[in-house]
């Protein structure tokens, strides 16, 4: 485990804990905001991840990935907005995801089903009930990205 240092500790004292994925811990923070606190040096690299991609992604893509409100620059925890709408498994919402997934893929972002596990031509459920949420205007939101990668373009 990554060692905790005041300013996270102090962060996350008496908040209710989320949930725990593999490398990292999550708590809502009780004011409309979670921290994502890595558990390892992996979890370090999915926080960074996260924050690279949220950063460098363009508008149009960026609304798509839970909103990051703070982070620490050696990337041992994020802060990202909560959203609390479930994606439910339905008709409507599998073609709206395969739509998503084909707008990450042309702009160069390949979805994970898990950390280093990349399928083509999408990751059709990329865990559905874990990773995505609806924002109030029923569009989807990724709150876990951390898995996800950028596709490097070939030279020619």
């Known amino acids: 485990m990554i060692k905790m240092n005041p300013y996270m500790k102090r962060k996350i004292k008496g908040k209710k804990f989320i949930g725990s994925g593999v490398t990292r811990v999550v ?22 991840r996260e924050v690279d991609m949220y950063k460098s992604s363009l508008k149009p893509i960026r609304k798509y990935f839970a909103k990051i409100i703070d982070y620490d620059t050696d990337y041992r925890w994020v802060t990202m907005k909560k959203y609390d709408r479930k994606f439910r498994n339905s008709p409507i919402n599998r073609r709206l995801l395969m739509k998503l997934v084909k707008k990450f893929l042309d702009n160069g972002i ?3 089903k898990g950390t280093g596990q990349y399928y083509k031509p999408y990751a059709l459920n990329l865990r559905l009930k ?3 949420r609806l924002k109030r205007s029923k569009q989807i939101v990724v709150i876990d990205y951390g898995g996800f990668r950028f596709r490097r373009k070939k030279s020619r």
């Open 27 to 48: 708590y809502d923070l009780g004011n409309g905001y979670v921290m994502k606190i890595a558990k390892s040096k992996k979890g370090i690299k999915c926080n960074k």
């Open 110 to 112: 390949i979805p994970s």
């Open 130 to 132: 874990q990773h995505l």
